[in-house]
């Protein structure tokens, strides 16, 4: 039998951070905002039940939310990026092996702890709690899909304790007897249809069809999904994720933006975070792309999008080089007389700064550049973002986006530690 494998699964883990300095929050619906209070993004059980949908436009659900007694906050990614970093660093140092999936998912791998791994997981699950105050859900299986299933069906039972094992056939069939197709690992309802139409309506009967006959029908995705829903893993843990091809920086303003000035600030205030990023990678980028959106929603007002690539004269991954670049592409695209929504800079083709080679003309990041590069990039990360930063990101910005429902950092800026 193969070794298990783990999926821990942070419970409404948006919610969850702004609950664990703020007790007040627990037991009451609490919804956290996209960028700009857009969207919900975010719900708690108790807003769940009262039947908030993800995807909720704040500005025709703030009556509704107010009246409902529903608590609104602002996405605070800062806040949500530490607590999982202090998850994922829990988890890693308890089991031999670790995929961490997504911000509030990671695959454990189970190897020798198999007689008791029941017991070692749960007092996994309480030491996170005990040491941050994010609930998690373990569902343990043979497979990563089949982890999926049983992670699902621990977070919505509650006589699990949290922690549900679907090693045997019998309780994967039980469990799979519970769900609908789209409750499965990335099935959408379009792949749901095409089931449909061959007969197959349920998780159970997907089992149990002939894994290359469903090849014959679909691709080796699916093929794989069907043999590891038996029991036959295919996907293993993934210790080195492949390197990024592209980073984007992209957000809605606050409000329109009308000058070319300020559309140069936002632009260029994106692109070196998008710097930061690459260089926390060791990445370099030889070309970028600049998109500009109007409001489509606003039919009463004039609509433009725009875009355009920008090959730099060699990869890198300095600020300044970046930002000379991505505000050439702003004048490129830039168009009089439109009202602003959003701007977007991609950095593309990226790989690693080691492989780059220098030209008659133009070369490398010279070590001087780089070493000034890290030297902004840890006083930014000591005293908070933007503490330092290049002149053509401006000081007011009146455009950036609005987060007025937004909880303190509490973790990562010293001015907004709890006070107890």
């Not at 695959?107 to 030491?127: C, K, N, S, V, Y």
């Not at 043999?227 to 996907?235: D, W």
């Not at 632009?267 to 990445?283: G, H």
């Not at 690693?352 to 003309?361: D, H, N, R, V, W």
């Amino acid at each position: 039998m193969p070794a298990p494998i783990a999926l821990v699964d942070c419970n409404n883990f948006y919610a969850s951070c702004e609950r664990v300095f703020q007790p007040a929050l627990r037991g009451k619906p609490v919804v956290v905002l996209s960028n700009n209070d857009g969207c919900v993004i975010a719900r708690s059980n108790e807003a769940k039940a009262l039947g908030v949908e993800m995807g909720a436009p704040w500005h025709l659900n703030r009556d509704r939310f107010e009246e409902q007694g529903v608590i609104v906050r602002s996405s605070n990614y800062t806040l949500y990026g530490d607590m999982s970093a202090r998850v994922m660093r829990i988890l890693g140092e308890s089991v031999p092996e670790i995929e961490i999936y997504s911000i509030d998912e990671a695959f454990l791998g189970l190897a020798g702890l198999e007689t008791r791994m029941d017991t070692h997981l749960r007092q996994i699950r309480a030491t996170v709690l005990r040491w941050t105050g994010i609930p998690v859900s373990i569902g343990i299986a043979p497979s990563k899909t089949l982890a999926k299933v049983a992670n699902r069906i621990a977070k919505k039972s509650p006589e699990s304790g949290g922690v549900l094992a679907l090693m045997t056939e019998a309780e994967q069939t039980a469990a799979l007897a519970r769900l609908e197709l789209t409750d499965l690992w990335g099935l959408a309802r379009r792949m749901e249809a095409r089931l449909h139409a061959l007969g197959i309506t349920t998780p159970l009967q997907l089992r149990d069809a002939d894994p290359k006959w469903i090849r014959g029908h679909f691709s080796v995705v699916m093929e794989r999904m069907v043999l590891e829903l038996q029991g036959e893993p295919c996907m293993g843990l993934d210790h080195q994720p492949a390197a990024r091809q592209t980073i984007m920086a992209s957000r809605s303003f606050g409000r329109p933006v009308e000058t070319l000035d300020e559309m140069e600030e936002a632009v260029a205030t994106y692109i070196s975070r998008a710097a930061e990023k690459m260089r926390r990678q060791n990445l370099v980028t030889p070309a970028l792309q600049v998109f500009l959106i109007t409001n489509r929603f606003r039919e009463d007002e004039p609509q433009y999008s725009g875009q355009h690539t920008v090959h730099l004269p060699i990869a890198t991954a300095d600020t300044s080089r970046l930002i000379r670049g991505a505000l050439h592409g702003v004048r490129q695209v830039w168009r009089e007389g439109y009202r602003y929504k959003k701007a977007s800079v991609v950095c593309l083709d990226l790989h690693s700064a080691e492989q780059i080679q220098g030209t008659l003309f133009h070369q490398a990041d010279a070590p001087e550049r780089r070493q000034l590069m890290a030297s902004l990039d840890a006083i930014n990360q000591r005293f908070g973002r933007g503490t330092v930063s290049f002149a053509a990101s401006g000081t007011r910005k009146a455009w950036a986006l609005r987060s007025d429902q937004r909880s303190a950092a509490y973790t990562t800026r010293w001015n907004e530690l709890l006070a107890v």
